[in-house]
């Protein structure tokens, strides 16, 4: 909305775009900014007034997505490759995936500096265009380049895509703007240039500018109850010809090209009338509100027409058509064979551009089609529609594709198709915590598969079967069926039965305390890296997590932080939230509270609630507040022992019956009530890291007496059990593992390694350990003993943490734990604990009452 030549009330914003760009122009690093507001909030009138304001080196790039049923992959730099054909058109020409295009776009960026862009209405993005966001928003700070990305926030739920994106992308370069209806003083200043009463104008628009527009666009003085009203009647004032071009253009989302307009006329008055506008390559609606209302008033039949019109105008040219767009006007047209021969295509574009999600609905798309199609061929979609759930944590959905196929495989006698259905399903029915439904489909696959005329499926299955032993640990069969599928897979050529079993084999012995695995597992990522197998390469750094927590190899920590950005280049949502939650405990495991904090609370509330992830981040929770004192560990570890009922796999329980064992210890509660069945299982596994960590948690918590196992230990642990405590403290220190250096000197015999496990749990702020063996000291008459606050706590008589002193500051502010948040780029959830540790430790029970007390002790911010 204009008055005067300006945009009304959107000055501030105006010059807060100018800053990023200035920021960009002087070689300060790069700005995001991420611009919403409801829908007609006047968000493109902003970005295109800036656009032509702002003295760039280079063209502003400008591309949207689609408002498709299923939008393009990579939507809106198709819409940019075809007016620019610089280095984002030559990378979309070879087919780049996100990260590749991500990549290219920051070096140009970096050659030629001044890079503009604009990525407009992201509530409607595609998975891959999400990704590349993702990826340039993380590095931003360093490319000298200006993003400017919009979007509907009152379409941006909790569920949706963008909205976990939004809540990933923190830091000084990422700038957020809202633009908020025009008050009633901006409304009445328009109204009145237009003879217009400003008050009724602005009850009825709510002062959305798209509506306010729509009004004054009218001339019989009447204020429409809906925008509905307002475009229909504005579009009434048009002749028949020019309706019939509006009528065409609604259906062709985001724009119409002129080949496509089956007219012969009234397009000139369209574009005269202000509701149509010229874009590059076409033309299209001046606001995608009116275009949806437009395609809404259409009756039915009269809707199918047009997308007949345009399905047969695209067929055409079948060499041109972009195969997401094609098939959405085949569905709408109900053209069933031409869906079925595109919606494939589709998927397959979808798919090698990363957008997996999108690639799912389009097979969903293809099977709305398939009742005709033979069984085979309806298996086909199936299963190619469960992979590409299975890749994007739809696991539920995965899961029942791949049923469906079983069955059509079945009702033909396809025996070996049965068989290869299973073995994948076996997989699918793990990932869904269905661990005895695994263990039966992957028998069942063996069965039928164990024939002369399948060798490669077979290979699969054997792969699969060893994935199975794996995942509840018996050494013998991963092994075994490991090696067989190897061969096989060698001798079919089947890189990716080679890189699976690899990844088995190199896990079960680095979980079995046999370091030799690990040269499987980097053979198995080179592999699967070398063949483009994303998803064997999420998988090696989720089990480089998974093993290396187990046994404390911390030299491979590396993995860790390469797999989260992996798995994100990759979108491989689900795997970065399993390397996630494992770099928690590695984070716990070296006494970095802080950090284990915000890996474990971004799994729990960004990814999917799978029972495992859960687990696994809520056993790291609360162990932090269990270790810290800080806090209740019991709620997050009586739901994380809840969620492994049922479970007979040690990944599933060891970390939440080693960690409530701890937390009992620690509260003084008796331990072997925790321990006992995970004892009994983990003997069984042989699995000797868990027996080493329950036996030393028995120990301390006053049990000497330890069932016979028969299996040998490994270190630190015999060594501490045999009771060389110091030389157990010694190896933990090499693994970087300061806590448990400090909990094998508390089960010391005397005072020396006592004192020096004090000393540990002091400097690591873990006060109820230092409380217990305070308590041992004192109980053999030991009177100097330090109180020894954390070396970051001394200089407060509180004794408050770094991070607690920072977060009192900003109580003291009168700031709310959501705005605490916002500042320290911290979860609520982690300020609320912040909070309620300053809150006890100056011994109030109230923030205003915290602020009185830090100001009468003298403690700052």
Request: aromatic share 4%.
């Given at each position: 909305?204009?008055?005067?030549?300006?945009?009304?009330?959107?000055?501030?914003?105006?010059?807060?775009?100018?800053?990023?760009?200035?920021?960009?122009?002087?070689?300060?690093?790069?700005?995001?900014?991420?611009?919403?507001?409801?829908?007609?909030?006047?968000?493109?009138?902003?970005?295109?007034?800036?656009?032509?304001?702002?003295?760039?080196?280079?063209?502003?790039?400008?591309?949207?997505?689609?408002?498709?049923?299923?939008?393009?992959?990579?939507?809106?730099?198709?819409?940019?490759?075809?007016?620019?054909?610089?280095?984002?058109?030559?990378?979309?020409?070879?087919?780049?995936?996100?990260?590749?295009?991500?990549?290219?776009?920051?070096?140009?960026?970096?050659?030629?500096?001044?890079?503009?862009?604009?990525?407009?209405?992201?509530?409607?993005?595609?998975?891959?265009?999400?990704?590349?966001?993702?990826?340039?928003?993380?590095?931003?700070?360093?490319?000298?380049?200006?993003?400017?990305?919009?979007?509907?926030?009152?379409?941006?739920?909790?569920?949706?895509?963008?909205?976990?994106?939004?809540?990933?992308?923190?830091?000084?370069?990422?700038h957020r703007m809202g633009v908020e209806p025009l008050s009633a003083e901006a409304v009445g200043a328009l109204a009145a240039s237009h003879g217009r009463d400003g008050a009724a104008l602005h009850r009825a628009t709510c002062g959305n500018p798209f509506f306010v527009t729509e009004v004054l666009a009218r001339d019989d003085g009447d204020?429409?109850?809906?925008?509905?009203?307002?475009?229909?009647?504005?579009?009434?004032?048009?002749?028949?010809?020019?309706?019939?071009?509006?009528?065409?253009?609604?259906?062709?989302?985001?724009?119409?090209?002129?080949?496509?307009?089956?007219?012969?006329?009234?397009?000139?008055?369209?574009?005269?009338s202000g509701m149509l506008e010229s874009v590059p390559g076409g033309v299209a609606f001046r606001h995608e509100l009116a275009r949806i209302t437009v395609e809404e008033s259409l009756a039915p039949h009269r809707r199918r027409e047009l997308h007949r019109g345009v399905l047969r105008a695209l067929l055409a040219e079948p060499e041109k058509a972009d195969p997401s767009r094609l098939v959405h006007h085949a569905e709408a047209a109900g053209d069933t064979a031409v869906v079925l021969a595109w919606a494939p295509r589709a998927a397959e574009q979808a798919a090698a551009s990363g957008a997996h999600r999108e690639a799912a609905a389009q097979y969903a798309r293809a099977l709305r089609f398939a009742t005709g199609l033979d069984p085979a061929a309806r298996a086909d979609l199936l299963e190619r529609r469960s992979y590409e759930c299975y890749l994007t944590e739809q696991t539920q959905e995965s899961i029942e594709a791949l049923q469906a196929a079983i069955r059509e495989r079945r009702q033909v006698g396809d025996r070996i198709g049965e068989g290869t259905a299973l073995s994948h399903l076996s997989r699918r029915l793990w990932c869904g915590g269905y661990t005895e439904g695994t263990i039966e489909a992957g028998r069942e696959a063996l069965r039928l598969l164990d024939t002369p005329g399948a060798g490669a499926e077979l290979a699969v299955a054997y792969t699969n079967q060893s994935a199975v032993a794996l995942n509840i640990e018996e050494y013998a069969d991963t092994m075994a069926m490991g090696t067989r599928a190897v061969r096989l897979g060698e001798r079919h050529d089947l890189p990716e039965v080679v890189v699976h079993s690899l990844n088995n084999m190199g896990t079960m012995q680095l979980l079995a305390g046999e370091p030799e695995g690990i040269g499987k597992l980097e053979r198995s990522l080179a592999l699967a890296e070398r063949e483009g197998l994303e998803e064997h390469v999420g998988r090696a750094y989720i089990h480089a997590g998974w093993a290396m927590t187990r046994v404390r190899s911390y030299h491979l920590s590396s993995w860790l932080d390469r797999g989260v950005i992996a798995c994100a280049d990759l979108g491989l949502e689900a795997w970065k939230h399993y390397v996630l939650a494992y770099r928690a405990r590695y984070h716990l495991d070296l006494g970095r509270w802080e950090q284990a904090v915000a890996d474990a609370e971004e799994v729990l509330r960004d990814a999917k609630p799978v029972p495992l992830l859960r687990t696994l981040a809520l056993s790291v929770l609360g162990l932090v507040r269990a270790r810290r004192g800080d806090g209740d560990p019991w709620p997050a570890l009586d739901e994380a022992l809840a969620l492994t009922v049922g479970r007979v796999e040690l990944q599933y329980l060891a970390p939440v019956v080693t960690a409530r064992a701890e937390a009992a210890w620690l509260a003084g509660a008796p331990v072997a009530g925790e321990i006992a069945a995970t004892w009994e299982l983990a003997s069984r596994r042989g699995a000797v890291w868990v027996l080493g960590e329950l036996a030393w948690l028995r120990r301390l918590a006053g049990d000497p007496s330890l069932p016979e196992t028969g299996i040998k230990l490994l270190e630190p642990y015999a060594c501490?059990?045999?009771?060389?405590?110091?030389?157990?403290?010694?190896?933990?220190?090499?693994?970087?593992?300061?806590?448990?250096?400090?909990?094998?000197?508390?089960?010391?015999?005397?005072?020396?390694?006592?004192?020096?496990?004090?000393?540990?749990?002091?400097?690591?702020?873990?006060?109820?350990?230092?409380?217990?063996?305070?308590?041992?000291?004192?109980?053999?008459?030991v009177r100097d003993i330090p109180r020894g606050p954390q070396r970051w706590t001394r200089g407060n008589p509180a004794e408050l943490t770094r991070r607690e002193v920072e977060v009192l500051g900003l109580v003291q502010q009168g700031l709310s734990n959501v705005e605490i948040a916002e500042r320290l780029f911290l979860s609520t959830k982690t300020v609320h604990h912040h909070v309620s540790a300053i809150l006890r430790k100056l011994g109030v029970a109230r923030r205003g009452q915290a602020a009185a007390e830090a100001a009468r002790r003298g403690l700052t911010s």
């Open positions: 909305m204009t008055a005067g030549g300006g945009l009304l009330e959107r000055a501030g914003h105006l010059e807060a775009l100018h800053r990023a760009h200035a920021t960009v122009r002087d070689g300060h690093g790069g700005v995001l900014v991420l611009l919403g507001g409801e829908a007609g909030g006047g968000k493109t009138a902003l970005v295109r007034r800036f656009r032509a304001e702002c003295r760039s080196s280079r063209p502003v790039l400008w591309g949207g997505c689609d408002p498709l049923f299923t939008p393009r992959p990579l939507g809106p730099f198709l819409e940019i490759a075809q007016d620019d054909h610089g280095t984002i058109g030559q990378l979309i020409d070879r087919g780049a995936k996100p990260y590749d295009l991500a990549t290219g776009i920051i070096r140009d960026a970096r050659e030629n500096p001044g890079l503009v862009c604009v990525l407009e209405d992201l509530h409607w993005a595609d998975e891959a265009t999400l990704d590349v966001l993702s990826l340039l928003g993380r590095r931003i700070g360093t490319v000298p380049a200006l993003l400017i990305a919009t979007y509907r926030s009152d379409e941006v739920g909790r569920g949706h895509p963008l909205s976990r994106l939004l809540g990933e992308l923190q830091g000084e370069a990422i204020v429409p109850l809906t925008v509905r009203d307002a475009v229909l009647a504005r579009a009434a004032r048009l002749s028949p010809e020019a309706a019939v071009v509006l009528d065409a253009v609604s259906v062709t989302p985001p724009y119409a090209e002129l080949r496509l307009l089956d007219v012969t006329g009234g397009l000139d008055e369209a574009l005269r501490q059990l045999a009771g060389d405590v110091t030389g157990a403290a010694e190896r933990w220190h090499k693994r970087d593992c300061g806590y448990d250096a400090a909990l094998a000197l508390a089960g010391g015999p005397d005072e020396a390694s006592l004192r020096a496990a004090l000393d540990g749990f002091q400097r690591l702020g873990a006060r109820p350990a230092a409380a217990i063996v305070t308590r041992r000291l004192r109980s053999r008459g």
